[in-house]
């Protein structure tokens, strides 16, 4: 019987990777060459190819797709996975989405990381069964399980505040932004094939993250008509999948006067080229448990320009530039100055660049461990 493992529950990598998937590889990435890889077994409801090039022990089931996903990853979660548990019994259990198991019984050290809590600040935004069953799920979770790891001190403080959960069973562990994620030194004819590629000019906005309405997309090309009536002619590229309330942003983009590119399933390559090609990434967001597409962002070159939020004010620090999420003329006033002002532009890239090598994989590394020898 194998005793000493860490187990993973990894339903989050069977998707396109989201900012759930991205943390996991990170995590998973961090402690790749470290002696603690040995321990972990990560068991997944789907095949995931990037696991099975790693150094980790990795197992999933074979393909369901037969199953509806919701439900799929409820029986996964509430009852294979708990089997699973039951049979190896490992020290430690980790659930790496938000949702852990009810009822699952078993000596081992329980761990759940939480993102956000976008079911109680955001319910307007979401599915109301779904969020029901995150509600249940968490108020569930935060007795049954061993620690709770928010990815970010503004999850944290939304835990503390609508929750009021065991303080010392709270910690947080920041990730960081991919190494394919930097300043490229090319030929400008790279830079002109993806432009080709996508249709694009410059200078242009950049927008990368979920199509969805806290997202505050519908801002995004409000503040691209600000622009337009300024005489500034940007392009304004949006580059991600299709979220909850699609239809109401997929109408506004159809009657919109501006010149609006929408992006979906492009290469990280192709993306790091068009964040070193910006002239300005800008994430608006009404919410956010961390931001990687601002990290990914900074450290390119590209300059930022984000929502006041608590979570992308802890990414982007004191000297980045934050905006009420509402504000569409200062975003637009600011937007000119980091097209016109070449010192400004360029103090708030190198300024970004630095900022973003506060997360790093080492200190995940490093942190996930001090978080482990505490729990055992």
Known sequence: MIKNFIALEGRVLDKKMTGVGRYVMNLLEAIEDDQLVNDFVVYSIKPNEALMKKKITYFSLKKMDFIPHKLLSFIWVQIIFPIILYKHNPRVVIYPNNISSFFLKSKSKKILILYDLFHKINKEYHDPVYNKYLEFNL?????????????????????????????????????????????????????DSIKNKFGIVSPFLLYVGKLETRKNVVGILEIARILQIKGVNLQTVLVGTPGYGFDKIQKKISESTSDIIHLTNISDSDLNHLYNMAGVFIFPSLYEGFGYPVLEAMQSGCPVVVSNCPALTEIVGERGIKIEPTDFNKFSEVIV???????YRTDLIEYGITQSKNFSAERMRNEFKGLLKNLL
């Open 139 to 191: 108020k569930t979770a935060l007795d049954t399980n061993d620690l709770i790891i928010c990815i970010s001190q503004s999850t944290k403080n939304d835990l503390i505040k609508y929750y009021e959960p065991n303080i010392n069973k709270i910690a947080v562990l920041y990730s960081y932004g991919d190494k394919k994620f930097h300043p490229i030194k090319t030929e400008l004819r790279e830079f």
């Open 337 to 343: 100055r980091l097209l016109t002002d070449k010192k």
